[in-house]
């Protein structure tokens, strides 16, 4: 499955819980099977770890985790580098392969 969003991308979050709309932050892992991606500082979840006393499993700091959690892929834009806005992204291949372009400004995205 081809997507065009890639680990290390800046993406802008288009749709979604209303905290989240509008935040920009940079991709951390991309999930092709499922087409959802995990953005930082984005969909915070909080999980809440009990400590266990038993055998190996000696967990020694309980509490609240706090982590980012997966978003569909379709709620985010890529954000140009170079003109700075969420844009729809466009593959231009020459001799030395395809690259990813802005629609908008159609400048090479890295």
């Keep these: 499955m081809k997507v065009k ?3 290390g991308d800046t993406v ?3 749709s979604g ?7 920009r932050g ?4 991309v999930m092709l099977d499922d087409r959802r991606i995990v953005v930082q500082g984005v969909n915070i979840r909080t999980k ?12 020694m700091n309980p509490g609240r985790i706090q982590f980012e ?3 569909d892929i379709s709620n985010v834009m890529i954000v140009c580098p170079k003109c700075s806005e969420p844009t729809r992204v466009g593959v231009q291949r020459d001799d030395q392969g ?4 802005c629609k908008n400004c159609e400048a ?3």
């Design 5 to 7: 969003i890639r680990k």
């Design 12 to 14: 802008e979050v288009i």
């Design 17 to 23: 819980r209303l905290e989240d709309k509008g935040k």
């Design 26 to 29: 940079e991709v951390i892992n």
């Design 48 to 59: 809440h770890k009990k400590q266990v006393q038993t055998g190996a499993n000696r967990q």
């Design 69 to 71: 959690g997966a978003i």
């Design 98 to 101: 395809a690259h990813r372009v």
């Design 108 to 110: 090479t995205i890295e």
